[in-house]
């Protein structure tokens, strides 16, 4: 067949179809309407239930709706219940053939299960990375009466268009979803197969744990050894560093359900820890049949000095200790073990000096930061699933959301989402780019919390460095340089995240949404301001907080005394001529600036006044409150044209701040 011929329904010429039976011959007939069946297939044994299966080649119009390519594997399944071990044949058959020839996320399942749709439905439900799996009964295949094509055709778009695969938070655990990241995994295999320890850093959701769970699935196919240490569970990083190393040998001993003699807890002292370790992994390496063991230690952050949230990794010298018995075990014997170190962060193996004492690991680790997708990843990725979703992307987005988001995957993902959520339901439909700037729009404006995700691990444990990168996006362009000259190795961590670059000598956001994300966050800390910058900073604080105080002392004078008398206390602090003005207006046109006017310190004295109904919110200083009303006040923009000191202006934004903050928590 030549590569530029449309597929055609068929069976090709020559294929064993000798294993059917008459039932399962003629549903393979019947799926040769609808597809080109290229492949007889065979027969999967999957404990004691036996499967067949053949594949099939999507035809034009499938791969039109679906944008299929590729062969689809069909499992025949003869018991007239649906059983979950039903769904490893297709893993059987994966490994019958070279991947790159099957279609990844898409297979056919006809079982003799009438209740096959409900069946399936209650083994995937709580699989977010489920396949894609389109269920068939025998008796819909065989005895359908209705339009078969048309019935095959919505079936397909009712699995495909209805599941939103770009909506996904958590880790990747299987190779159908993960995408862009294989390099890296085997890169860090082949180091530790020449005996090399590594280490991968970046920012949280970049993939990081994704990367490792696929490196566990290479490993676990190698039949090769390996261990994962969550640092950040209590249970490891509570422990010091004498015990931490028994838990290592426990969590090895126990994944592979070794019977080694490994000495109890109490026996890792301080002074026997280091020489019990020794013994307890070699032991172990014997009981593995001397295969070389990675050691995993993910969120190293957790047992780092300076930042573990257990004091005696961040203060005391457990840290020193820990690593200092296993640079020497991996030292004194050859292919042994080799660890690999997972973080946010490389700090643990730049400083030379902790607590006045060599780092053991100080330069001795390599290590890569985890780069952002390049154009090609972004687009095999976003193609892939949003093909199989009904939208066809515009190919210029491809670059668009590479360079818009860093290259950032689980942002490049959450924006699809956003793009799935508002196009027209009716599949397939074109994205182009004004659906795309919309979406991106949307998703800044509404989905802050997924921006704070990926860096409030800096703003937790590396505050110098997001402090540099808030500089940075408000524009305080002198104070990030001179921290960048100061401290370089914050600027290149900074680099290295993906955050930032930098271009003859000048430094700018490689990620624009967080860039506007920060700036919006942090947009009046910005220290070296010109005169007419401190004035508007000063009139829009202002503007922005009085209507908001406005609303909340028409409603809390009125929630307690009533409008009546609310309206009394209001005029009474109006004084003449306004009160003659406002005895002829409602409650509520009071507060209403068009209809007469109010001053911010028309507020401060309501609420001074009447402090009992409003120390819930301000309280309960009421002196401070006075005196902050008193400096936002004072600085006001009919004083625009004289100088303001910086004494003055630090005074204005630590008063504003404090009474923002708490009218934001009420409102």
Same mark, same amino acid.
């Given at each position: 067949m030549?590569?530029?011929?449309?597929i055609k329904?068929?069976?090709a010429?020559?294929?064993? @179809?000798?294993?059917? #039976?008459?039932? %399962?011959?003629? +549903?393979?007939? *019947? =799926?040769?309407h609808? !597809?080109?069946?290229?492949n007889?297939?065979?027969?999967?044994?999957?404990?004691?239930?036996?499967?067949?299966?053949?594949l099939?080649?999507?035809?034009?119009?499938?791969?039109?709706l679906f944008?299929?390519?590729?062969e689809?594997?069909?499992v025949?399944?003869?018991?007239?219940?649906?059983?979950?071990?039903?769904?490893?044949?297709?893993?059987y058959?994966?490994?019958?053939?070279?991947?790159?020839?099957?279609e990844k996320?898409?297979?056919?399942?006809?079982?003799?299960?009438e209740?096959?749709?409900?069946?399936?439905g209650?083994i995937?439900?709580?699989?977010k990375?489920?396949?894609?799996?389109i269920?068939?009964?025998?008796?819909?295949? @065989?005895?359908?009466? #209705?339009?078969y %094509?048309?019935? +095959?055709?919505? *079936? =397909?778009?009712?699995y !495909?268009?209805s599941?939103?695969?770009?909506?996904?938070?958590?880790v990747?655990?299987?190779?159908?979803?993960?995408?862009?990241?294989?390099?890296?995994?085997?890169?860090?295999?082949?180091?530790h197969k020449?005996?090399?320890?590594t280490?991968?850093f970046?920012?949280r959701?970049?993939?990081?744990?994704?990367?490792?769970?696929?490196?566990?699935?290479?490993?676990?196919?190698?039949?090769?050894?390996?261990v994962?240490?969550d640092c950040?569970?209590?249970?490891?990083?509570?422990?010091?560093?004498n015990?931490?190393?028994?838990?290592i040998?426990?969590?090895?001993?126990?994944f592979?359900?070794?019977?080694?003699?490994?000495?109890s807890?109490?026996?890792?002292?301080?002074?026997e820890?280091?020489?019990?370790?020794?013994k307890?992994?070699l032991?172990?390496?014997?009981?593995l049949?001397?295969?070389?063991?990675l050691?995993?230690f993910?969120?190293i952050?957790?047992?780092?000095?300076g930042?573990?949230?257990?004091?005696?990794?961040?203060?005391d010298l457990?840290?020193?200790y820990?690593?200092?018995?296993?640079?020497?075990?991996y030292?004194?014997?050859?292919?042994?073990?080799t660890?690999?170190?997972?973080?946010?962060?490389p700090l643990?193996?730049?400083?030379?000096?902790i607590?006045?004492?060599?780092?053991?690991?100080?330069?001795?680790i390599?290590?890569d930061?985890?780069?952002?997708?390049?154009?090609?990843q972004?687009?095999?990725?976003v193609?892939?699933?949003g093909?199989a979703m009904?939208?066809r992307?515009?190919?210029?987005?491809?670059?668009?959301?590479?360079?818009d988001?860093?290259?950032?995957?689980?942002?490049?993902?959450?924006?699809c989402?956003?793009?799935n959520?508002?196009?027209?339901p009716?599949r397939?439909?074109?994205?182009?780019?004004v659906?795309?700037?919309?979406a991106k729009?949307?998703?800044?404006?509404k989905y802050?919390?997924?921006?704070?995700?990926?860096i409030?691990?800096?703003?937790?444990?590396?505050?110098?460095e997001?402090d540099?990168?808030?500089?940075?996006?408000?524009g305080?362009?002198?104070t990030f340089?001179k921290f960048?000259e100061?401290?370089?190795?914050?600027t290149?961590?900074?680099i290295?995240?993906g955050?930032?670059?930098r271009?003859?000598?000048?430094?700018?956001f490689?990620?624009?949404?967080?860039?506007?994300?920060?700036?919006?966050?942090?947009?009046?800390e910005k220290?070296n301001?010109?005169t007419?910058?401190i004035?508007?900073?000063?009139a829009?604080?202002r503007n922005g907080?009085?209507?908001?105080?406005?609303m909340?002392?028409?409603?809390q004078?009125?929630?307690?005394l009533?409008?009546?008398i609310?309206?009394?206390?209001?005029?009474?602090?109006?004084?003449?001529?306004?009160?003659s003005?406002?005895?002829?207006?409602?409650y509520e046109?009071?507060f209403?600036p068009s209809?007469?006017d109010?001053?911010?310190?028309?507020?401060r004295k309501?609420?001074?006044?009447?402090?009992n109904?409003?120390?819930?919110?301000?309280?309960?200083?009421k002196?401070?409150?006075?005196?902050?009303?008193?400096?936002?006040n004072?600085n006001?923009?009919?004083?625009?044209?004289?100088e303001i000191?910086?004494?003055?202006?630090?005074?204005?934004?630590s008063?504003?701040?404090?009474?923002?903050?708490?009218?934001?928590d009420?409102?």
């Amino acid at each position: 067949m030549l590569f530029d011929e449309k597929i055609k329904p068929g069976i090709a010429n020559n294929i064993d @179809l000798a294993h059917f #039976d008459h039932e %399962e011959f003629e +549903i393979v007939k *019947r =799926f040769s309407h609808e !597809f080109f069946v290229t492949n007889g297939g065979g027969v999967a044994r999957i404990a004691n239930s036996v499967y067949q299966y053949f594949l099939v080649k999507p035809t034009q119009k499938y791969t039109d709706l679906f944008n299929f390519e590729k062969e689809i594997i069909c499992v025949i399944s003869r018991y007239s219940r649906l059983e979950p071990r039903t769904l490893d044949a297709f893993d059987y058959v994966k490994k019958q053939y070279q991947h790159f020839r099957l279609e990844k996320i898409c297979f056919i399942l006809i079982s003799k299960d009438e209740n096959v749709e409900e069946d399936l439905g209650n083994i995937l439900k709580n699989d977010k990375e489920s396949l894609i799996i389109i269920p068939f009964s025998f008796k819909e295949i @065989l005895y359908n009466k #209705d339009n078969y %094509e048309h019935f +095959i055709k919505n *079936r =397909f778009k009712k699995y !495909f268009y209805s599941r939103d695969l770009f909506a996904f938070d958590g880790v990747i655990k299987k190779d159908v979803y993960f995408f862009g990241r294989d390099e890296i995994a085997y890169s860090i295999i082949n180091k530790h197969k020449s005996n090399e320890n590594t280490g991968l850093f970046g920012l949280r959701r970049t993939g990081k744990t994704s990367i490792i769970h696929k490196i566990q699935r290479i490993l676990e196919q190698d039949e090769q050894a390996f261990v994962s240490i969550d640092c950040q569970n209590p249970a490891f990083h509570k422990r010091r560093w004498n015990s931490a190393l028994y838990y290592i040998l426990k969590e090895i001993s126990e994944f592979y359900k070794l019977k080694v003699n490994i000495q109890s807890e109490d026996k890792f002292t301080e002074v026997e820890a280091a020489s019990l370790f020794e013994k307890g992994i070699l032991n172990i390496k014997q009981a593995l049949g001397n295969r070389l063991i990675l050691l995993i230690f993910d969120e190293i952050e957790n047992i780092t000095f300076g930042v573990s949230p257990s004091i005696h990794w961040e203060k005391d010298l457990d840290f020193i200790y820990f690593w200092q018995t296993l640079r020497s075990v991996y030292q004194k014997h050859n292919n042994i073990y080799t660890y690999l170190l997972v973080g946010t962060n490389p700090l643990c193996v730049e400083m030379p000096i902790i607590s006045k004492k060599d780092n053991p690991i100080f330069n001795q680790i390599p290590y890569d930061y985890i780069q952002g997708f390049t154009v090609r990843q972004t687009r095999e990725m976003v193609r892939t699933l949003g093909s199989a979703m009904g939208l066809r992307f515009d190919e210029l987005l491809y670059s668009k959301l590479t360079d818009d988001l860093g290259g950032h995957p689980f942002l490049i993902r959450h924006v699809c989402s956003t793009i799935n959520k508002l196009v027209p339901p009716e599949r397939p439909v074109s994205v182009d780019k004004v659906t795309y700037e919309k979406a991106k729009h949307e998703f800044a404006e509404k989905y802050n919390s997924y921006l704070e995700m990926i860096i409030n691990v800096l703003k937790e444990h590396f505050s110098d460095e997001y402090d540099m990168l808030t500089f940075l996006a408000i524009g305080d362009y002198d104070t990030f340089v001179k921290f960048a000259e100061n401290s370089p190795l914050y600027t290149n961590h900074l680099i290295g995240y993906g955050l930032i670059a930098r271009e003859n000598d000048n430094y700018f956001f490689r990620i624009e949404i967080i860039k506007d994300y920060l700036s919006k966050m942090h947009r009046y800390e910005k220290l070296n301001m010109t005169t007419d910058e401190i004035w508007r900073e000063i009139a829009e604080r202002r503007n922005g907080l009085e209507p908001k105080l406005r609303m909340i002392v028409r409603s809390q004078l009125q929630a307690q005394l009533g409008k009546n008398i609310a309206k009394v206390e209001v005029l009474q602090v109006f004084g003449e001529p306004r009160k003659s003005k406002g005895n002829a207006l409602a409650y509520e046109d009071l507060f209403n600036p068009s209809k007469i006017d109010i001053y911010f310190e028309d507020l401060r004295k309501i609420i001074i006044k009447h402090w009992n109904y409003f120390k819930n919110i301000f309280g309960p200083d009421k002196q401070k409150f006075d005196d902050q009303m008193h400096a936002i006040n004072k600085n006001r923009n009919d004083a625009h044209a004289k100088e303001i000191s910086k004494a003055s202006h630090d005074v204005f934004r630590s008063a504003i701040s404090d009474i923002e903050m708490k009218v934001s928590d009420f409102l």
